[in-house]
Nanobody, 115 residues
Framework: QVQLVESGGGLVQPGGSLRLSCSAS????????MGWYRQTAWRERELVAL???????KYADAVQGRFTISRDIAKKRVDLQMNNLRGEDTATYYC?????????WGQGILVTVSS
């Protein structure tokens, strides 16, 4: 059973930074790709950033240039560095890890951007 555990969320002021971490129970090279997604009460879960097996990254337009996804294979971890945060970044963030057609999910972590 794949387990993904997110950490690093919390409250931050607009313009501030946070770093989210996703720790996996498996070697992360087992997954076709890993990513960060976010969801709010009024918006469906959407992709924020993705890193595939080859290390190629992809970002949503809304976070391009502000967020950076990275991975540490030895630590079985994928991080999301979030800079210049805005109120619209407020959401529950989920780590997702895909194997073929199945995506495993973490429990989610809340990020609140507010003054």
């Amino acid at each position: 059973q794949v387990q993904l555990v997110e950490s690093g969320g919390g409250l931050v002021q607009p313009g501030g930074s946070l770093r989210l971490s996703c720790s996996a129970s498996e070697n992360i090279l087992f997954f076709n790709d890993m990513g960060w997604y976010r969801q709010t009460a009024w918006r469906e879960r959407e992709l924020v950033a993705l890193i595939n097996l080859a290390g190629v990254t992809k970002y949503a337009d809304a976070v391009q240039g502000r967020f950076t996804i990275s991975r540490d294979i030895a630590k079985k971890r994928v991080d999301l560095q979030m800079n210049n945060l805005r109120g619209e970044d407020t959401a529950t963030y989920y780590c997702g890890a895909r194997v073929m057609s199945r995506t495993h999910w973490g429990q989610g972590i809340l990020v609140t951007v507010s003054s």
